[in-house]
């Protein structure tokens, strides 16, 4: 259940991948997706994706969408130059893709990941296309049902890819927490056994930690220099501080799933003693004598015979002369 992104492995007792979601958020201008990169790398995250298109590739020219979409398209030479600009920053450039050319422009720009989004989980020559490359792919998982996902994988598989992720999703904007799901991140690894991530929605950085102590592996999250800019998504993006915390947050999320055994910590061992209880007299108890209940007490700390030795003490001669408060050893009895 494990599949690797350039130097990243991604699975089971992996760090978590984590990708800042630029999308559209560059607003088709080179610099601003320039401080998109710059940022997002000081930021903490492991990639930035972008989202590649041409508006002929994604909307009929009749949408009430294609002129956006065609807005915030870049150039061949704008996305070369963003992907050297990532590489010279240390952070992964990744983008989701939508069409031949656009496919074909990633290859050359020689990303180790495709990035396949919800809405094209159906798109299976897409996807049959992006296979073809032998590139490790993130499958986004919104708005489709578990067969749609099993059709959409076959056809990776069929391609002899087997480099695949899947990414739980739900596609609201903003997501609430109640429909957030997060259980089924489980479901997605039994039925698939694949490593599986999460492509959060919601607002704030609460849940991509929760994400992460439910299993994922990966966590993507929209990503904006200033959610007060105009355009479609910066509004439900964490700005570079917030991002950071979330980051944060993940990583000390990591270090506390542990392992499904119960263990006891060195400071616990410490505190052991001193918090547990030991059997005490009640009394005086004089050489000689039989104990009985009346005789003893429970206080701590834990240093002397365990409580759980109460019933057992009980009837036993006492062997030296025991003070009041004073804790009972087994050499006593």
Request: charged share 25%.
């Amino acid at each position: 259940m494990k599949i690797t992104i350039d130097n990243f492995v991604i699975g089971d007792t992996e760090p978590t991948f984590i990708i800042a979601e630029a999308g559209l958020n560059h607003d088709g201008d080179l610099s601003q997706a320039k401080r998109l990169i710059k940022s997002a790398a000081s930021s903490g995250a492991d990639s930035i994706k972008f989202q590649i298109f041409k508006a002929e590739e994604i909307s009929s020219p009749q949408s009430d969408y294609y002129d956006l979409f065609k807005s915030l398209e870049l150039s061949d030479e704008e996305w070369i130059d963003l992907a050297e600009y990532a590489d010279s920053n240390g952070i992964l450039f990744t983008a989701s893709v939508f069409g031949t050319h656009s496919v074909d422009l990633f290859d050359e720009i020689e990303s180790p990941l495709y990035k396949v989004a919800s809405g094209d989980l159906t798109y299976l020559q897409l996807l049959s296309q992006i296979a073809r490359k032998k590139k490790p792919i993130v499958l986004s998982t919104g708005m489709s049902s578990i067969c749609e996902i099993e059709e959409a994988l076959n056809v990776v598989y069929n391609e002899g890819n087997q480099n695949i992720a899947l990414m739980h999703c739900v596609s609201n904007y903003p997501t609430n927490y109640e429909d957030t799901n997060l259980n089924f991140i489980k479901t997605l690894k039994k039925l698939f056994k694949v490593p599986v991530g999460f492509s959060d929605h919601t607002i704030g950085t609460l849940i991509p930690a929760l994400a992460v102590v439910m299993g994922a592996d990966l966590v993507e999250k929209h990503f904006t220099l200033d959610q007060n800019l105009p355009g479609p998504d910066h509004q439900l993006s964490l700005e570079p501080g917030e991002f950071k915390s979330m980051v944060k947050n993940i990583r000390l999320a990591e270090t506390s799933t542990g392992s499904q055994m119960k263990t006891i910590t060195e400071d616990e061992k410490n505190l052991r003693s001193l918090a547990r209880r030991s059997i005490t007299a009640k009394k005086y108890i004089k050489k000689g004598e039989i104990l009985t209940e009346d005789k003893i007490k429970y206080l701590r700390p834990g240093t002397g015979i365990e409580p759980k030795f109460g019933d057992l003490i009980i009837g036993k001669t006492v062997k030296n002369d025991i003070d009041k408060d004073q804790q009972l050893q087994w050499d006593d009895l």
